[in-house]
């Protein structure tokens, strides 16, 4: 890794890298586990995930505290010769509206320990609030939209133990609001969740969705032998 000259990290949280990738004429995959196993020294949380569709591959969600550290790991794969189709930057958070949450419950969403165990259907969707005439998610009473969100919350909690939602901040930093990745027992508790919840008001009439990935959670070199790259 190339030495830089100072830090550049979140005051409080942790970075958050998503990586979509496809395998170039030649795959180093020797040199794609080194990359994951270094940044995993590191003190960088490296989640790999085989990728079903044409849109990518690999994927490789990354979270540490320090910028750099990450972009060192994408350049690693990339000189190994993965090539980013898509990408996405975030920063892990708690919502203005989980500010009264107990400490305990604060600290999973800006620290997660990932993958969880026993949750290997991955999914990961960009989304962002509308600024639509009648339907301005940013016009709304601060009351309103905390009511909404309560709600919201609610109807995810229904799917504790099936479904680990890890919702990271991104305005300003890539071309949505927020990244969502779901970790499920299976890939039907995805599909559930995602349908049920959008019949909440906070999203039927105020979220609109990016694309999404699908794939299953792997260590890197499964995630590489199952996309034909070892």
């Given at each position: 890794?190339?030495?830089?000259?100072?830090?550049?990290?979140?005051?409080?949280?942790?970075?958050?890298?998503?990586?979509?990738?496809?395998?170039?004429?030649?795959?180093?995959?020797?040199?794609?586990?080194?990359?994951?196993?270094?940044?995993?020294?590191?003190?960088?949380?490296?989640?790999?995930?085989?990728?079903?569709?044409?849109?990518?591959?690999?994927?490789?969600?990354?979270?540490?505290?320090?910028?750099?550290?990450?972009?060192?790991?994408?350049?690693?794969?990339?000189?190994?010769?993965?090539?980013?189709?898509?990408?996405?930057?975030?920063?892990?958070?708690?919502?203005?509206?989980?500010?009264?949450?107990?400490?305990?419950?604060?600290?999973?969403?800006?620290?997660?320990?990932?993958?969880?165990?026993?949750?290997?259907?991955?999914?990961?969707?960009?989304?962002?609030?509308r600024r639509q005439p009648?339907?301005?998610?940013?016009?709304?009473?601060?009351?309103?939209?905390?009511?909404?969100?309560?709600?919201?919350?609610?109807?995810?909690?229904?799917?504790?133990?099936?479904?680990?939602?890890?919702?990271?901040?991104?305005?300003?930093?890539?071309?949505?609001?927020?990244?969502?990745?779901?970790?499920?027992?299976?890939?039907?508790?995805?599909?559930?969740?995602?349908?049920?919840?959008?019949?909440?008001?906070?999203?039927?009439?105020?979220?609109?969705?990016?694309?999404?990935?699908?794939?299953?959670?792997?260590?890197?070199d499964e995630v590489l032998?199952?996309t034909g790259l070892a």
């Open positions: 890794m190339v030495a830089v000259a100072d830090d550049v990290s979140p005051k409080s949280g942790w970075g958050v890298l998503h990586l979509f990738c496809k395998a170039a004429a030649a795959v180093d995959t020797q040199a794609v586990v080194a990359a994951v196993k270094g940044a995993e020294a590191d003190a960088v949380q490296v989640v790999s995930v085989a990728l079903l569709g044409h849109k990518a591959d690999v994927g490789v969600m990354a979270l540490g505290p320090e910028l750099w550290r990450l972009r060192a790991l994408q350049t690693d794969l990339q000189a190994a010769g993965l090539v980013v189709a898509d990408s996405y930057v975030s920063l892990t958070e708690v919502s203005e509206y989980a500010q009264g949450m107990p400490e305990e419950m604060k600290r999973p969403r800006m620290y997660p320990v990932l993958p969880p165990e026993g949750k290997t259907a991955f999914c990961f969707y960009p989304m962002s609030k009648g339907a301005n998610w940013y016009e709304l009473p601060y009351e309103d939209r905390d009511e909404l969100m309560k709600g919201h919350g609610r109807t995810g909690r229904t799917f504790a133990g099936r479904v680990l939602q890890v919702v990271t901040g991104s305005t300003g930093l890539d071309d949505w609001e927020w990244g969502v990745t779901l970790f499920g027992i299976g890939p039907d508790d995805l599909k559930e969740v995602v349908y049920t919840m959008r019949y909440d008001e906070a999203s039927a009439r105020y979220a609109d969705f990016g694309p999404f990935y699908t794939g299953m959670v792997a260590p890197i032998a199952a």
